[in-house]
């Protein structure tokens, strides 16, 4: 007589059950499995599995998931640029860039963006930037740039960055911002705070980052915010 598994119940042969039933019980046990699992198939690409309900084995295919979602990373090394491509797609509006890297001399992390491959050099980048001092006192300072073909993102010596992009992969305009968590100036540090655009109706699936001298070594991650 045939039992069933702990767990999920699925059908199984003992060892007191006559030889001609095992193809019986084998057949019974295939089928249970296959029935188990069937929420497992389907799905495209992107999408990821998640419970439908408390059910056991009760799941659904969605598209991204919540919070944010690892797309791809770059490690550079000892290079001058670094591009990324096909990290923007219809799967997201919003992206979100962290890089930890350092350099070796001090001066801008600047940032293209790119569709096909190639890095879109057109004078349609802006941005803006405002630093205040963290260590002590009440200096502060701005900086402006364009209409150019790149856009700023820290200033000096920032190694940490956190780069916002908004809505790449439709042909609107593109707006991003960065924030520097700490850079030094002499003695002194800052907390610096940077906002760009591209301002033409222009989809992108990449970008680039460069330095205006000197290079970069470290790591760039991409990831994607749900939608919901």
């Known amino acids: 007589m045939a039992t069933t598994t702990t767990n999920f119940g699925w059908d199984i042969p003992q060892s007191t059950d006559l030889v001609k039933d095992g193809a ?40 991204g998931g919540s919070g944010l979602v690892y797309i791809g990373q ?10 990324l491509n096909n990290v923007f797609t219809s799967t997201y509006q919003n992206y979100l860039i962290i890089t930890n890297l350092t350099f070796s001399v001090a001066d801008y ?22 630093f205040n001092q963290m260590s002590g006192g009440t200096a502060s300072g701005q900086f402006r740039q364009g209409p150019t073909d790149n ?59 460069y330095r205006a001298s000197g290079t970069m070594t470290g790591t760039i991650r991409v990831y994607g915010i749900a939608n919901s």
């Open 24 to 63: 019986t019980a084998i057949a019974a046990l295939g089928q249970d499995i296959d029935t188990a699992l069937v929420d497992l198939k389907g799905g495209t690409t992107g999408q990821i599995l998640a419970k439908a309900s408390g059910t056991d084995l009760d799941f659904n295919w969605v598209t």
């Open 74 to 83: 770059a490690t550079p090394s000892a290079v001058t640029s670094q591009s």
């Open 109 to 130: 992390t600047r940032l293209r963006l790119r569709a096909s491959g190639a890095d879109n050099t057109t004078s349609n980048y802006s941005s803006i930037a405002e």
């Open 151 to 209: 856009a700023a993102l820290n200033n000096a010596e920032s190694t940490d960055l956190v780069i916002q992009v908004y809505r790449p992969q439709t042909a609107t305009n593109t707006f991003f911002g960065s924030t520097q968590m700490g850079f030094t100036f002499g003695a002194d540090n800052y907390l610096g705070n940077f906002a760009g655009a591209f301002r033409a109706n222009t989809q992108f699936d990449g970008f680039t980052l």
